[in-house]
């Protein structure tokens, strides 16, 4: 019997609109326990043996679990946290309350990430009323802490691996669908390490007229950033690429074959005629992919406000990311960056970490790779553009490889 894809397309728009009504913004602490409990409340509903997982802090992750006919587990990951909804004057409909337009439903969430927890719940609901169970086992996790970092899920997957345990994972998108109709499956996630770089040469804010004999916080903080980068881009911390290994030739084929319909879009978007070296194409993506970075996010320091005032700064900030490909590892960057500021006689300069994620991808040869793959050519009838590693950073992939071993 064909599936009755109308009717699971409603059901997946009704759970969409019960978790969307949730205001479950995690940067706010808004709701997380309601929406813990919708969502535990709606995968016991799909058949599932279900719980909510916890570390010393922070909201709960429900988990899930249901066996299936096959040998073969999955393990989904979703959340259902959502960003905030500033600035509110830009919305067309209140951001909690979804509502239809145009064939299309809006609300905070519809699309990150709780659109995709409804699809997946709908499917596997429809499956169960067609066979009476699962083809396979199905295990989930869905956490309310993503959009801050997902500060606890190493630490709640450390602690249940057993429950967690599977033979491969999807994470929340799973499989994207291009504007060319392929599908587009990512097999790893760069890592990342973010700072704050803190300076304080005077007691207090001076005038200007001092700078000939007293010290500026401002140009101390720009002269050891300058110090870490040079003017072509390359990282100049000893040590920085010590680890990083350049693209297989098999993952290099592969980039060469994924679909690059988005360049265009994204230098328009970006505002640039060209992007860095006149980079396009396949060697644009395995840059993008494989090069680790040091990027400058933003500096504060003396008066910024109209006209002029003639203050010389006693404090200077500056926040800086790492991009980190597989085998640099934050904790390790952290160490060289504080050694490359102490060697080059910035020890004044206090580093703090902000955010850290590791680097973790699954091989393009991996049989759970393969299986996905022939799944999405199916469904979309025509070859998938595999990305073997994203430019972004999800920190959930390196804590299920390391705690799991799941691909």
Known sequence: MAPDYGRMGEDALRILELLCRQPSVSAEGRALDETAGLVEELLAGAGFETGQLRGDVGAAAVYGDQPGRGGFTLLLYNHYDVQPVDPL?????????????????????????????????????????????????????????????????????????????????????????????????????????????????????????????????????????????????????????????????????????????????????LGLEEFVDGLSGPALWERASFQPTSNLAGISSGYSGPGIKTVLPAVASAWMDFRLVPEQQPDEILELLRAHLQREGYADIQVTPLVTARPAKTPLDHPFVRQVVEVAEAVSGASASIIPLAPATLPIVASLHEHLAVP
């Not at 009323?129 to 630490?155: A, K, M």
């Open 89 to 269: 004057e830009l919305w067309d409909s209140p951001p909690f309350e979804p509502t239809r337009r145009d064939g299309k439903l809006f609300a905070r969430g519809a699309a990150d990430n709780k659109g995709e927890l409804a699809v997946r719940l709908a499917v596997i609901r429809a499956l169960r009323e067609e066979d009476g169970e699962l083809p396979i086992g199905v295990r989930w996790i869905v956490e309310g802490e993503e959009e801050v970092g997902s500060t606890n899920f190493d630490e709640i997957v450390r602690r249940n691996a057993e429950l967690l345990r599977a033979d491969g994972a999807l994470w929340e998108g799973a499989s994207a669908r291009l504007p060319d109709g392929r599908s587009e499956v990512a097999l790893g996630f760069k890592g990342a390490l973010g700072v704050r770089l803190d300076v304080r040469t005077l007691a207090t804010d001076a005038h200007s007229s001092f700078e000939p004999v007293a010290p500026s916080a401002a140009w101390r903080l720009v002269q050891a950033l300058a110090s870490i980068r040079d003017r072509e881009g390359t990282g100049q911390i000893r040590g920085f690429y010590d680890n990083v290994l350049p693209a297989t030739d098999a993952e290099r084929q592969a980039i060469a074959a994924a679909s690059f319909s988005e360049e265009d879009e994204l230098r328009e978007m």
